[in-house]
């Protein structure tokens, strides 16, 4: 594993979002769900698409709070330009859970 510096660290801006809107991603190469995520009045609204179809449908991701990087350049998946990445980590047969707070914080919270 490499290391990296505080710095380094630092320079990656991870905020909390909330999911305003979700539909499905029929036209991505493996199953998605494109999401449009708030992160407040700084940043404003963003979208993104994710592998999640294994533990969320659209219907359930409306109102979540996620954590996603907001600082990467946009990314066109398909026609769909991604401009944040979401963050997930893997279930046991590797499937992506969603990481989220764990109690109630305002979207646009920078992770420390």
Do not use: C
Request: charged residues 25%.
């Amino acid at each position: 594993m490499a290391e990296i510096t505080f710095d380094d660290f630092l320079a990656v801006d991870i905020r909390v979002g909330e999911i305003t809107h979700a539909e499905p991603f029929p036209e991505a190469r493996k199953p998605a769900i494109k999401m449009w995520i708030s992160f407040g009045d700084e940043i404003g609204e963003k979208k993104t698409s994710a592998q999640i179809t294994v533990h969320y449908t659209p219907e359930t991701l409306i109102g979540r709070r996620v954590m996603a990087v907001v600082n990467f350049p946009p990314r066109q998946i398909g026609k769909f330009m991604s401009e944040v990445l979401v963050l997930g980590v893997p279930d046991e047969e590797g499937a992506i859970v969603l990481v989220a707070p764990d109690k109630t914080v305002p979207v646009g919270g920078r992770l420390h």
